[in-house]
């Protein structure tokens, strides 16, 4: 059973810093891109960074300069250091994993952790 849990989430002042955490179980982990995505009430989920298995980072404008992905394989974890957060980063993240094979997509997701950022 695929499992991926997001920790880190909490409530932050703006210009503040957190770091999220994605744990994954039940998958081969290093063969997989791994990506975290934000959802704000009432809005889509939008994509916030990439980082596959060769190492390819991918970020969103907004988080450009702000937010960093990394990976850990030996812990099967990815991350994401926000710095200088705003208010309108408030929203659900989830952890994303990824892959296609065979013309096939294997495409799983967290449950989601909370980050809310007053002004």
């Known amino acids: 059973q695929v499992q991926l849990v997001e920790s880190g989430g909490g409530l932050v002042q703006a210009g503040g810093s957190l770091r999220l955490s994605c744990a994954a179980s039940?998958?081969?982990?290093?063969?997989?891109?791994m990506g975290w995505y934000r959802q704000a009430p009432g809005k889509l989920r939008e994509l916030v960074a990439t980082?596959?298995?060769?190492?390819?980072?991918n970020y969103a404008d907004a988080m450009k300069g702000r937010f960093t992905i990394s990976r850990d394989n030996a812990k099967n974890t990815v991350y994401l250091q926000m710095n200088s957060l705003k208010p309108e980063d408030t929203a659900v993240y989830y952890c994303?994993?990824?892959?296609?094979?065979?013309?096939?997509?294997?495409?799983?997701w967290g449950q989601g952790t909370q980050v809310t950022v007053s002004s």
């Open positions: 039940g998958i081969f982990f290093s063969i997989y891109d």
């Open positions: 994303n994993a990824r892959r296609e094979f065979l013309s096939k997509i294997f495409d799983y």
């Open positions: 980082l596959s298995s060769a190492g390819s980072t």
